[in-house]
Structure formats: structure tokens, C-alpha cells
């Protein structure tokens, strides 16, 4: 059964750091594509980044690659989200997702449609 669990969320103050895992079961996360994403209540997802396992690359949306990063450690098959200086407005629900396409065989997707597994999400609230 294929699973996605994110941990590491809780509350950051400003200016502060955070990390977030996504531990996966089920599949292998090396041979995927996957995304890490956020949502505010009543929002819609915004993308935060998505990585290329297969190519060893990733794609920032807009105004994310300063402050946010990933990495995947294969002996444990997760994904973190390293983030840093954390704002107010970095508060939301966090998910990694992935796409279990092996079609087309190489990029990824900012998009969240995209994507066919996700997480339960992890909350970070940062506090000023």
C-alpha cells in the first residue's frame, strides 16, 4: 500500500528554522517525482517546490528557492523540507506528494493535480 507520512511540523518562532519529513511505504521514492506543497484553510495549495529524483533536480514556484530546499535519503526512502528564516505567513499545512508515473520519463511538476499520493500533512505555525 502505497503511504506518505510527513512529521516535523509544530510551531517555529520567526526568523527561525524548521524541517519536515515525509517518510514513504510501499513504493521507492528514488525512481519518482514528488512536490512539497502548502495550504491555508479555505486556500488553494500553493506549491513550494517539486523534485526529480531520476535527475537529481529541482523546480521552485516563484519566490520559494531563497528560503526552501529538499533532499531525499534513500536508506530511509524520505523526502525533507529544510526551510529557513520562517515567516508569519509561512504558516499552513504541509504535504509532499508523488507521482507514481513513470510517464514522461523525466521533470516534474509544479502543479498539484499532477500528483496522485499525498500525505496527511503537517501543520507549521510560525510565531512572531
Known amino acids: 500500500q502505497v503511504q506518505l507520512v510527513e512529521s516535523g511540523g509544530g510551531s517555529v518562532q520567526a526568523g527561525g528554522s524548521a524541517r519536515l519529513s515525509c517518510t514513504a511505504s510501499?513504493?521507492?521514492?528514488?525512481?519518482?517525482?514528488h512536490a512539497w506543497f502548502r495550504q491555508v484553510p479555505g486556500k488553494e495549495p500553493e506549491t513550494i517546490l517539486c523534485?526529480?529524483?531520476?535527475?537529481?533536480?529541482?523546480v521552485y514556484a516563484d519566490g520559494k528557492k531563497d528560503r526552501f530546499s529538499i533532499s531525499l535519503d534513500d536508506a530511509k526512502n524520505a523526502l525533507y523540507l529544510e526551510m529557513k528564516d520562517l515567516k508569519a505567513e509561512d504558516t499552513a499545512i504541509y504535504y509532499c506528494?508523488?507521482?507514481?508515473?513513470?510517464?514522461?520519463?523525466?521533470?516534474?511538476?509544479?502543479?498539484?493535480?499532477?500528483?496522485?499520493?499525498w500525505g496527511q500533512g503537517t501543520q507549521v505555525t510560525v510565531s512572531s
Open positions: 506528494s508523488t507521482d507514481l508515473s513513470l510517464n514522461p520519463p523525466h521533470g516534474c511538476y509544479l502543479t498539484a493535480k499532477k500528483y496522485d499520493y
Open positions: 523534485y526529480d529524483q531520476r535527475e537529481d533536480t529541482t
Open positions: 510501499g513504493f521507492t521514492l528514488h525512481y519518482y517525482r
